[in-house]
């Protein structure tokens, strides 16, 4: 890990996929889904990553991607449980939350949430624990986004003692600031959760 590094990246790869089974596996740019967004997110810099799984990845996925793997530690509560599970190992004041079937988002997507973390951090007060993108239709994207990494881990747990699985219940309470999406950013943000989804970013 780069110890000038402010930000982790906790890539998900836990999902159960039910309408597109394998898709992490399947072959974009002649590599698999999730290798190839894990290129796309650290290309270029020294920023640490994790990747969170529910259970053991295929042998030709965990050859290629020379990371720290954390078994999600909490039964069915979707991508907040693989969030915490991942987020208590990570060393970094912030993280990236980033879904493992997001192949148009890179490194400097990170770079421009940051930066906006850090102008934020700086004129407002009290300061975001979290910058979320947001779309022109108001939809958010909390697995494309940006949070501190000890106010998530307490919300997070907070949260799932309450029963609130909702990932951006980890928030409740706490200031979050909004990352407005030009319609550019909103198709890096182009995810992949059905067969029509696979066919359309092929051709």
Known sequence: M???SAVSIILLAGGRASRLPGKLSLRF???PLLVHVFGH???G???PCIISVRSELPA???AVLPVPMI????EDCGPLGGLLSAAAAVKTPLFFAAAGDLPFVGAPFIDR???YYEELSKSSNPAPVAVIPRRGDGRTEPLAALYETAAFVEGATAAIARGDKRVTAALAGRPVAHFELSSEAERELTNINTA???QRLQA
């Open 2 to 4: 780069d110890a000038a």
């Open 29 to 31: 740019h002649d590599e």
């Open 41 to 43: 997110l650290t290309r």
């Open 45 to 47: 810099r020294h920023r």
């Open 60 to 62: 030709e996925l965990r």
């Open 71 to 74: 078994h999600d530690r909490y």
């Open 113 to 115: 949430l940051e930066q």
């Open 196 to 198: 029509e989804d696979w």
